[in-house]
């Protein structure tokens, strides 16, 4: 009889322990699904905006195809964004060429520029301080998207849109969200920024698109490809 009675102590006292920890584990859950919650209800009301920032990488800034402007243009970028600029945005796109090595663009393929963003090197990265700064307010925004463009070694692709995977999930985005705005900057002036603005007018109305004109890097700083479009378009140009 006593036996049986320590056992049952025994037992009682595991059932006990089991409940206890049970009991903690759940709460332990609970609390953090309640600062889940909490943090997600903190979030700010975005503005139903897109920022398009186009290729801000490291081979168009300080790489093999740099662009005079481009590290002051994207250091800009950056501060402006650490400072509260992302506040105007509800979506961030951020485009990539990401290049096969035997490119079709490359001069060893019988192309114009040097070999640059090529797939898994530095060079295709995004610009180191902008990079920061994107990684700093993703708790902020939900929507920050990379999306990449002339992976195709056959086929060269200035804007996003002319990429056919990328291109077709930019184009339901812009079309289901029906955005108020859609910002554009990045690298460079007078290729991908051209490029993109003009393919995006193609299915988005102009007026609605904007410039933002301090964080921009050109190929040729006289090239007026861009500005001619924004003139003939509307398109107004803002700035940081």
Not at 190 to 204: A, I, Q, R, S
Request: one cysteine or more; hydrophobic letters at 40%; charged letters at 25%.
């Amino acid at each position: 009889m006593k036996k049986h009675l320590i056992g049952a102590i025994v037992l009682f006292a595991a059932l006990a322990f089991t409940a206890c920890g049970n009991n903690n584990e759940k709460k332990e859950k609970e609390e953090v699904a309640g600062a889940a919650t909490e943090a997600e209800a903190q979030k700010p009301e975005l503005p139903n905006r897109m920022l398009i920032i186009v290729d801000p990488q490291i081979d168009f800034t300080t790489g093999s195809l740099a662009t005079a402007k481009g590290p002051a243009s994207m250091e800009y970028l950056a501060k402006a964004l650490n400072e509260g600029a992302w506040k105007n945005y509800g979506w961030i796109i951020v485009t990539q060429d990401a290049h096969p090595a035997n490119h079709c663009s490359f001069v060893e393929q019988g192309g114009v520029f040097p070999p640059h963003c090529v797939q898994g090197t530095d060079g295709m990265n995004v610009y180191p301080a902008l990079q920061n700064v994107l990684t700093d307010i993703m708790p902020n925004i939900s929507n920050i998207h990379y999306m990449q463009k002339g992976d195709l070694a056959e086929k060269e692709e200035f804007s996003i849109f002319q990429n056919e995977r990328s291109g077709a999930k930019l184009r339901d985005v812009i079309e289901q969200e029906k955005f108020e705005g859609i910002d554009v900057c990045g690298i460079a002036t007078d290729y991908c920024v051209y490029e993109t603005t003009k393919d995006l007018m193609g299915f988005y109305p102009a007026k609605q698109i904007r410039i933002v004109t301090n964080c921009l890097a050109a190929v040729d700083d006289n090239d007026t490809k861009l500005a001619d479009l924004m003139k003939e378009n509307g398109i107004q140009g803002i700035e940081f």
